[in-house]
C-alpha cells in the first residue's frame, strides 16, 4: 500500500502588533497640536505686548519744554473783582497792567485816584518800601462803563445781583468811579497797611476784601472805622 505523504505544515507568521502604529498616531498628533498650541499663544502674546506698547505710546505725554512751559499767575492777581476785562474796556477805562505802582503816572487807574488818597498811598508806600513792600496798584479808578462790565460779569459768575452786589458795586455806587478807593498788592503791601495805614488815613473798609483801600481823613487820630462785612453792609451802596 502506497504511503501518501502529507503536505508539510503551512508557516505560522508571526502576528505584528496593530497597537502599535495607533498609538504613535495619537502622539504624533497630539505633539503637532502642542505645537500649534505654542505657536498661537506666542503670536497672541506678541500681538497684546505691540498693542499695549503702542497704546502707551500715544497716551505719554511729550517731553516738556521748559522754555515753553506756562507761566505761574501774577503773583498780584486781583482776588476780588476781576483785574482784567474782555476786549470791550482798556486801560482809558481803568484795566490795570501787570506791575503797575502808586506812582505810575502815566496809567490812567492811578493818575485818576482821588488827589488826597493818592498822595497818603505815596507816602505810606515810600515808609513800606524800607521794609521790603512794594504796593502794586490792581485796580484803581475805573470809567462808568468798565465798573458796570465788571458788575454784569460778576452777576454771570455768582448767578445773582445780590450774590454780586457782595464784591462788585454798580457804576452808581463804586467808590472805584469817583477815584475814593484802590485795590492794593500783593499780600506783604496789604499786611503792611493793616498795621500801619491808619497813620497815613488809609484804611481797609470791607472784611472780604482786604485789598480794598479808602482815605479816611481823621484816622491818623481816631483810628480806622469799623469794616462792613461787605458791601451790602456799606449805606453807600444803597443810595
Known amino acids: 500500500m502506497m504511503q501518501t505523504s502529507s503536505p508539510p505544515p503551512a508557516r505560522t507568521m508571526p502576528r505584528r502588533n496593530r497597537r502599535l502604529p495607533v498609538v504613535g498616531l495619537i502622539i504624533f ?29 500715544s497716551s505719554a505725554a511729550p517731553p516738556s519744554n521748559p522754555s515753553k512751559a506756562p507761566l505761574a499767575p501774577s503773583p498780584n492777581a486781583h482776588r476780588g473783582e476781576r483785574r482784567d476785562a474782555s476786549d470791550a474796556s482798556g486801560e482809558a477805562d481803568g484795566v490795570v497792567p501787570d506791575g503797575v505802582t502808586v506812582f505810575d503816572d502815566e496809567i490812567p487807574a492811578v493818575a485818576k485816584l482821588d488827589s488826597d488818597l493818592l498822595r497818603a498811598l505815596r507816602r505810606a508806600a515810600t515808609d513800606a518800601a ?3 513792600a512794594e504796593f502794586q496798584v490792581n485796580s484803581g479808578w475805573r470809567s462808568k462803563e468798565y ?16 450774590r454780586a452786589a457782595r464784591w462788585v458795586a454798580t457804576a452808581a455806587t463804586s467808590p472805584h468811579v469817583s477815584g475814593d478807593a484802590v485795590d492794593i498788592g500783593p499780600s506783604n503791601a496789604t499786611a503792611w497797611l493793616s498795621e500801619h495805614g491808619a497813620e497815613y488815613g488809609l484804611c481797609q473798609i470791607y472784611e472780604n476784601e ?16 469799623r469794616m462792613y462785612a461787605d458791601p451790602t453792609e456799606d449805606p453807600r451802596m444803597h443810595q
Open 29 to 57: 498628533v497630539a505633539a503637532m497640536i502642542a505645537a500649534l498650541g505654542y505657536q498661537w499663544q506666542n503670536a497672541a502674546s506678541s500681538s497684546v505686548s505691540s498693542g499695549a506698547s503702542r497704546s502707551s505710546g
Open 147 to 162: 465798573q458796570n462790565q465788571l458788575f454784569r460779569e460778576a452777576v454771570s459768575k455768582y448767578g445773582s445781583e445780590d
Open 210 to 225: 482786604p485789598w480794598h483801600y479808602e482815605l479816611r481823613a481823621n484816622a491818623n487820630d481816631r483810628g480806622c472805622p
Open 130 to 132: 524800607e521794609s521790603g
